[in-house]
């Protein structure tokens, strides 16, 4: 196995008459690495969706099972499949793999290459959204004491502006 893919997010807009959303190309080594989250697109709005088959819950379909190690496939939204997302909402779905690594390799004089290979790819996939996630933070120049300054941003408000507050240290939110 590689890893052939940096696609760790997929933006999912809603048709108004669908309710499949594919997540080809972003492969998991488990279901728990999924986050899924459901944006109103007008307010920003977003709430994380879990499993399920419910009106707000979402369904998998797998391309391949994971016993082989990865796979991607398909997400029903919602799980009921009653009422289709509108084209004012998107799903955005989030490969989120785990941090821990539970293979121990034990030298027995036999080379496990698949076994290897596979706990190299997670390591990938965990550098990838780290990155992911750092392309998408305000970064401080160096030699500045990170803990001199507060990079939290404030809640998104409608027509509202974000500008640092008097200190200098942090975020606000303002009224242009």
Sequence with gaps: MTVASQTNTIIAPGSGSGFTHSFAGM????LTELLVLHVVISTLAVTIVAAGSGATQYGITMNSPLTDGKADGFLTYPG??????????QLVIIRVPSLLQG????NLGVQLPKTMETVLDKMQHQIQNLQE???RCPKIK???DPVTVDLELPDPVALEG?????????????TP
């Design 142 to 144: 160096q030699g500045i």
């Design 133 to 135: 996630q750092l392309t």
């Design 103 to 106: 293979t121990a390799l034990k």
């Design 80 to 89: 009921d499949e009653v009422t289709p997302m509108p084209t004012t909402e």
């Design 162 to 174: 974000v500008r640092w507050d008097v200190t200098g240290a942090a975020y606000e939110s303002y």
């Design 27 to 30: 492969e998991i080594f488990a």
